[in-house]
């Protein structure tokens, strides 16, 4: 039997894990800035991920072994992790990532909709409310203000969209992971998808010749960084999981926010206090409706 945390010492460890993936993205625009091309990011960290999951199963004796009716959702969920990567770096790339993180905090309230269309849930119209506002939220977060909309849109709506794709691709694996591979080791569950992921990213961006490097010392020190604070924070999100109740991951929701202090603070990325708010708000309703569903 795991040894049980206490909840206030487990939200208190998965707000630095937040912080952890938030640093991901902070250290992936510097990369990105200094020459290293997403393909390269993604590869570089997917495939260390990979091993670095690998040995930590075989220290906890996760058996690895597949069942043969989960190897086909298990591969689409690996490519569709792979096509979510490359979408969210992709974002990242383009605009404030704290930006980019909150479009592809949309993807818990897509899932809720697909499973409404799917006929898996009875439509819970009280969810509607956390939704709008979590809408509502974004709109300030972006500026997406009614006078200059089209300018805003200009500027911004190539990664928002590539954010947004992000989000989609991952509404898809919450449902192949909450149906087909319910049953799997979540962990070995991970890994395979962080496999197939790095795998995929390797062979099609050395085809296609999208592997970029960096080219100084600060776009290197991005993507060694990158995959070290995702590393740390997976394999915490490994111990931490089974030793805490489901409620507290809500405090995983802290990562835009995280983010967005970091982008200031690194980046120099400035925000109104109204686009701050709208984070907040964004922030917030997600949680709500995470809690709510439980």
Not at 34 to 53: D, F, K, M
Not at 104 to 126: D, H, I, N
Not at 234 to 253: D, E, G, K, Q, S
Request: positive net charge; charged residues 10%; glycine residues 8%.
């Amino acid at each position: 039997m795991e040894h049980r945390l206490s909840p206030g010492l487990g939200v208190a460890m998965l707000l630095g894990v937040a912080s952890a993936f938030a640093s991901n993205h902070l250290c992936a625009r510097i990369a990105f800035d200094h020459g290293a091309s997403v393909a390269a990011a993604v590869s570089v960290r997917a495939c260390s991920t990979a091993l670095i999951l690998l040995l930590a199963m075989r220290l906890q004796r996760v058996p690895l072994a597949i069942p043969r009716g989960m190897r086909v959702p298990a591969l689409a969920a690996g490519l569709l992790i792979a096509v979510q990567s490359y979408c969210l770096y992709s974002a990242v790339a383009r605009i404030p990532p704290a930006l980019a993180l909150l479009v592809f905090q949309t993807s818990p309230m897509l899932y809720v909709l697909l499973t409404w269309a799917l006929g898996k849930e009875r439509p819970r119209w009280r969810a509607l409310v956390p939704m709008i506002a979590a809408l509502a939220g974004l709109a300030l977060a972006l500026n997406l203000s009614q006078g200059r909309l089209e300018a805003r849109w200009d500027e911004i709506g190539a990664g928002v969209a590539w954010a947004f794709a992000s989000g989609a691709a991952m509404t898809i694996v919450y449902y192949l992971n909450a149906n087909a591979l319910k049953s799997l080791d979540g962990r070995l569950r991970t890994g395979v998808m962080t496999a197939i992921t790095g795998l995929l990213v390797v062979t099609v961006g050395a085809v296609s010749g999208l592997l970029k490097l960096p080219t100084g010392g600060a776009g290197w020190t991005g993507l060694v960084l990158l995959t070290i604070f995702y590393c740390v924070a997976m394999i915490t999100l490994f111990y931490l999981l089974p030793r805490l109740p489901t409620t507290t991951t809500v405090a995983l929701n802290f990562e835009p926010i995280a983010l967005l202090v970091l982008s200031w603070l690194v980046l120099g990325y400035t925000v109104t206090p109204l686009q701050i708010a709208g984070a907040c708000l964004t922030v917030g309703a997600i949680a709500w409706l995470g809690l709510a569903k439980r």
